[in-house]
């Protein structure tokens, strides 16, 4: 597997600011995830980031309000934009391994707290 | 049709016994099916994972068993212990192209009483 770490691990904002979290992989990985779990429910995907390509999208989600960097194999960040308190979840990223693409690691997570 | 139907959304059970969540999907694209463990406070946990060319996977006291032709699955975790209270998520993955998309059953909150 892979050591997946997140920052912040949790944060109060303010709405209308806008949050970028960090995830750190400590190994290359091919394919990074971001997803949304908002409090007692399932986890849905946001975006798919590849390096050196922009970010691929699920429906209901736009880049302008969720922009997603991946600026090399062990590194992305997430922005939350013009944040709301409907936008209070965690998020989540995941990680395929080459050679075990059908898998996705999780990082622990970024609480997200709009007041 | 990229949906995956888990229950029960919770369940109780006695230390020792056995928990059972089960697990069904529409789409035969789906070829991975993974089951992951989330403790409050963290991120999922990959715990077991089959594909439909087996019939069930035992990993210590988990067990998926997978049945191709009703496309359901489902988590027996056998001699179930307090430290296995925790919410458990079935998925399947597809791959659109690129990249394997994961699609997540909407939980099962486990509390084992002792």
């Known amino acids: 597997s892979a050591v997946i770490s997140q920052k912040p691990s949790r944060d109060i904002c303010q709405r209308g600011t806008s949050l970028t979290i960090q995830c750190q992989v400590d190994?290359?990985?091919?394919?990074m995830f971001w997803y949304r779990q908002q409090p007692g429910q399932s986890l849905t995907l946001i975006a798919t980031?590849?390096?050196?390509?922009?970010?691929?999208?699920e429906s209901g989600f736009v880049i302008d309000k969720f922009p997603i960097s991946r600026p090399n194999l062990t590194f992305s960040t997430l922005t939350v934009s013009n944040m709301s308190p409907e936008d209070s979840s965690i998020y989540l990223c995941?990680?395929?391994?080459?050679?075990?693409?059908?898998?996705?690691?999780f990082g622990p997570g970024t609480r997200l707290l709009v007041l | 049709q990229q949906q995956v139907k888990q229950s029960p959304q919770s369940l109780i059970v006695q230390k020792g016994g056995i928990s059972i969540i089960n697990c069904a999907y529409e789409?035969?694209?789906?070829?991975?099916f993974p089951w992951y463990q989330q403790f409050p406070g963290k991120g999922p946990a990959l715990l077991i994972a089959i594909r439909p060319d087996v019939s069930e996977k035992k990993e210590g006291r988990f067990t998926i068993s997978f049945n191709k032709s009703a496309k359901q699955f489902s988590l027996h975790i056998m001699d179930s212990q307090p430290g296995d209270s925790a919410t458990y998520f079935c998925?399947?993955?597809?791959?659109?192209?690129?990249?394997?998309?994961?699609?997540f059953g909407a939980g099962t909150r486990l509390a084992v009483h002792p």
């Open positions: 190994s290359q990985v091919t394919m």
């Open positions: 995941s990680v395929e391994i080459r050679g075990r693409e059908e898998t996705q690691y």
């Open positions: 980031a590849n390096q050196g390509s922009e970010a691929t999208y």
């Open positions: 998925a399947a993955s597809m791959y659109p192209g690129g990249y394997n998309k994961l699609i």
């Open positions: 789409n035969t694209a789906f070829d991975y």
